[in-house]
């Protein structure tokens, strides 16, 4: 549980685990090994880990204080998992972070595609301004807590 978790969050974030071993000093081997749950971060860099997405060890663990192991497993995803291939507007706590130099529209709002939904987490595909370039554009996938949003609009064709 704890590997799914640290891939998670690496994911949101954007981070390889080669960017994630450069940040803690420690090998790309060692953060695959961590994800695939043949091992476990000492102490030390799981405070780091914490540090870098910015969330409590309790939350790193998957120790989300105030949200029952109920509430979670009698979510009902049939709508969620209906939008899957779709292209919608999230509203999102902090989706301007999650989705930087995303192409909006008039209106600006961050389009993005639905690819996969679970009872965590909703994975994403929009397009950005390539890093460091005026025109050049890139396609990003990324996964997103359920948590973190507040409302989907679907975008007519």
């Given amino acids: 549980m704890l ?5 998670i969050l690496r994911k949101k974030h954007g981070y390889s685990q080669q960017e994630i071993a450069d940040m803690l000093s420690v090998s790309r081997q060692t953060i695959s090994n961590w994800e695939s749950g043949q091992g476990a971060p000492a102490l030390d860099k799981a405070c780091d880990l914490a540090r870098i997405y910015k969330i409590s060890l309790d939350e790193l663990a998957g120790n989300e204080s105030g949200v029952s ?13 209906s939008l899957v291939g779709k292209t919608c507007v999230l509203d999102c706590a902090d989706l301007d972070m999650i989705t930087d130099n995303a192409e909006q529209d008039f209106a600006g709002n961050t389009k993005v595609k639905i690819l996969e939904v679970s009872k965590e987490w909703i994975k994403i595909e929009y397009v950005r301004r390539k890093e460091g370039t005026v025109f050049s554009k890139e396609t990003v996938q990324k996964l997103l807590e359920l948590s973190v949003i507040r409302g989907i609009a679907l975008e007519e064709e």
């Fill in 69 to 81: 192991d109920e509430k979670k497993n009698s979510q009902d995803l049939h709508i969620l998992e």
């Fill in 3 to 7: 590997g799914e978790r640290l891939m």
